[in-house]
Nanobody, 119 residues
Framework: QVQLVESGGGLVQPGGSLRLSCEAS????????MGWYRQAPGKERELVAD???????NYASSVKGRFTISRDNAKNTVYLQMNSLKPEDTAVYLC?????????????WGQGTQVTVSS
């Protein structure tokens, strides 16, 4: 059994910063790509950023230069540092980790954490 637990969301003023964390626990042999997605009310889920096991990163154009994704393989954890936050960044943020648990790679999702950017 594998679980993903997210933390770090909250309310922040425009221009502020937040750091999200997502830790995977359970029967984990290895991990592949780790990523963050977000979904705002009435909108489709979109990729924010992802990072491969080798450290190659990919960002949505709307967050490039403001957000930084990183990972700690020893802790099976992915982070998202969000700076210069804007009201349009308001959404539920979900992590996704591709995990080899029992011999095959499976997508696992976190429960989501709310990020609200408002004055």
């Amino acid at each position: 059994q594998v679980q993903l637990v997210e933390s770090g969301g909250g309310l922040v003023q425009p221009g502020g910063s937040l750091r999200l964390s997502c830790e995977a626990s359970g029967s984990i042999f290895s991990t592949r790509v780790m990523g963050w997605y977000r979904q705002a009310p009435g909108k489709e889920r979109e990729l924010v950023a992802d990072i491969t096991s080798g450290g190659t990163t990919n960002y949505a154009s709307s967050v490039k230069g403001r957000f930084t994704i990183s990972r700690d393989n020893a802790k099976n954890t992915v982070y998202l540092q969000m700076n210069s936050l804007k009201p349009e960044d308001t959404a539920v943020y979900l992590c996704r980790i591709v995990i080899n648990s029992y011999g095959s790679y499976v997508n696992y999702w976190g429960q989501g954490t709310q990020v609200t950017v408002s004055s």
